[in-house]
């Protein structure tokens, strides 16, 4: 039963566009999200995060949009450059870290 | 200046072998974690200890347990290994009191078992 879910596996967008990437979520007790950024060969990256109290979070070229009717979040990289290339996860938290669920990540390329 | 390493990084051995992946963190958290990157890519918590409390995933089997000597360092024990064991293995780290604060993770620690 995967609570949160990213429905795309990989996403291709050409570079200085905007990428989109979505992920849903069935739990309505979740109360904070958070996106991960992983490169090959290494860890999730903390990137940005949002509590459901907000329906906007922005930094830098990272904006994260939550919708809590719709129980969607989705993360928007404008422009995108090819150093965004990568794994993004999204994950959704109860009460504390140890409750933290994730989502399979979506593989965004950023084409030359 | 790694602010969380994992060693080995790759780690092949047989079924039935008795393993130990090592982590340390030189950040100062209070909260170390482990994590286990499932062959569908999902990241699944299967401990959360701090020097007060350890919570275990209760579908981690009873083979894998997670030694702490220190605040910065915590191990991962795994005994008479499976083909199923066979995965990547984070570990993680937060720091005190902060709720819901990101998790710092290791590079990770790719366990095959043959």
């Known amino acids: 039963d995967q609570q949160v879910k990213q429905n795309s596996p990989s996403l291709s967008v050409q570079e200085g566009r905007i990428s989109i990437l979505n992920c849903d979520y069935t739990?309505?007790?979740?109360?904070?999200f958070l996106w991960y950024k992983k490169y090959p060969a290494e860890g999730p990256t903390f990137l940005i995060s949002i509590s459901s109290i907000k329906d906007k979070n922005e930094d830098g070229r990272f904006t994260v949009f939550l919708n809590k009717s719709a129980k969607h979040l989705s993360l928007h990289i404008v422009p995108s450059q090819p150093g965004d290339s990568a794994v993004y996860f999204c994950a959704a938290s109860g009460a504390s870290n140890y409750q933290l669920i994730w989502g399979a990540g979506t593989k965004l390329i950023i084409k030359p | 200046d790694t602010a969380v390493s994992q060693t080995p990084k790759y780690l092949v051995t047989q079924m039935g072998n008795d393993k130990s992946i090592k982590c340390e963190q030189n950040l100062g958290h209070d909260t170390m974690y482990w994590y286990k990157q499932d062959s569908k890519k999902f990241l699944k918590i299967m401990f959360s200890?701090?020097?007060?409390?350890?919570?275990i995933n209760e579908t981690v089997p009873n083979r894998f347990s997670p030694k702490s000597p220190d605040k910065a360092h915590l191990n991962l024990h795994i005994n008479s290994l499976e083909l199923g064991d066979s995965a990547v293995y984070f570990c993680a780290s937060t720091p005190p009191g902060q709720y819901n604060s990101p998790l710092h993770f290791g590079n990770g620690t790719r366990l095959t078992v043959t």
């Open positions: 200890y701090n020097n007060k409390e350890l919570i």
């Open positions: 739990n309505s007790m979740f109360d904070y």
